[in-house]
């Protein structure tokens, strides 16, 4: 049996940019859908102050407009 707070959020791997805001950090990403951007708040006790403006992948679990960082890889030095 899972924990009831396990059925909400789900570990997920997105690619995207980080970008900061409001002293927070975000992913921004282009989904497949219709291709609109989400963004999503990033948490965790991962270094995002030194991915701002990078490509990444991020895995975490995600709770609608939240990520928990587990993992973060640059994918690329810029997001252009």
């Known amino acids: 049996m899972m924990p009831t707070d396990a059925k ?3 570990t997920r791997t997105f690619s ?3 970008e900061a805001s409001h002293n927070q950090y975000e992913l921004s990403t282009v989904t497949a859908k219709k291709g ?3 963004h999503y708040t990033l948490t965790g006790s991962q270094n995002f ?3 701002v403006g990078h490509r990444v992948t991020v895995t975490g679990l995600v709770d ?3 990520i928990k960082v587990t993992k973060i890889e640059t994918v690329a030095a810029s997001c252009r």
């Open 8 to 10: 909400q959020a789900k």
């Open 16 to 18: 995207g940019c980080v």
């Open 64 to 66: 609608k407009t939240t």
């Open 36 to 38: 609109k951007s989400r």
């Open 49 to 51: 102050a030194g991915e």
